[in-house]
């Protein structure tokens, strides 16, 4: 299976741009790249995914790089309630079945 | 909608005693599933249902069963529950496992202790 690194932890200032990096070297053609999110004592919530173009949606943004080997997470104004674990996730679009892998996540804190 | 609902939130077992964790969806979902996750660590999949009528393994299956009820509740039983299974478990929901653009929907949790 493919696997993603992250940085364990990252800290963000409120109302502030964050870009939560994600390398996935060994990626494959068929992996679409997911990002899940994880609040204090509650389960993990769907934030975006994308397979090979940038993708934007209400809560964040996605940016692909070129030979799709790393993504980031973009949130483009950290909120206090922005405080999480986020997991960066591959799941193969072929090979059904193929679950939801979480790893460590980066966790973020948001300072005020 | 409710979306994922998860009974009960809380529960304290004794080693040996058994319980049932129950779980429905309302989004007429195909696929559900159950996670554990232990403290500071990553969720890891129990079991799965891709379908109503069919159930398979995970990565951690020892020491549970299940049952997928209908399309709408997949209940997760522990038959004779062990310290070790001490954790938070996540019930989730899906359209349908066989894609990649597949996305989860999680319930809020089941806390369980065993003593």
């Known amino acids: 299976d493919a696997k993603t690194t992250q940085p364990n932890s990252m800290e963000s200032n409120e109302e502030e741009p964050v870009h939560l990096p994600c390398n996935h070297s060994?990626?494959?053609?068929?992996?679409?790249i997911h990002w899940y999110r994880q609040l204090p004592s509650q389960g993990p919530e769907y934030v975006i995914h994308?397979?090979?173009s940038n993708v934007n949606n209400r809560m964040a943004s996605l940016a692909i790089a070129e030979d799709r080997k790393s993504s980031t997470l973009i949130l483009h104004r950290a909120t206090l309630r922005d405080a999480a674990v986020y997991y960066c996730?591959?799941?193969?679009?072929?090979?059904?079945?193929?679950?939801?892998?979480f790893g460590g996540g980066t966790r973020l804190m948001v300072k005020p | 909608n409710a979306g994922v609902t998860q009974t009960p939130k809380f529960q304290v077992l004794k080693t040996g005693q058994s319980m049932t964790l129950q779980c429905a969806q309302d989004?007429?979902?195909?696929?559900m599933y159950w996670y554990r996750q232990d403290p500071g660590m990553g969720l890891r999949l129990i079991y799965y249902?891709?379908?109503?009528?069919?159930?398979d393994k995970g990565e951690v299956p020892n020491g549970y069963n299940v049952s997928r009820l209908n399309k709408r509740e997949f209940s997760l039983r522990l038959e004779s529950a062990a310290p070790s299974q001490t954790s938070v478990y996540f019930c989730?929901?899906?359209?349908?496992?066989?894609?990649?653009?597949?996305?989860?929907?999680f319930g809020p949790g089941t806390r369980l202790t065993v003593l």
């Open positions: 249902s891709a379908s109503e009528g069919t159930t």
């Open positions: 060994t990626i494959s053609g068929t992996d679409y």
């Open positions: 989730a929901s899906s359209v349908d496992l066989r894609g990649g653009s597949d996305t989860q929907y």
């Open positions: 989004m007429n979902h195909n696929s």
């Open positions: 996730i591959l799941r193969d679009v072929i090979h059904a079945g193929n679950m939801l892998t």
């Open positions: 994308g397979l090979t």
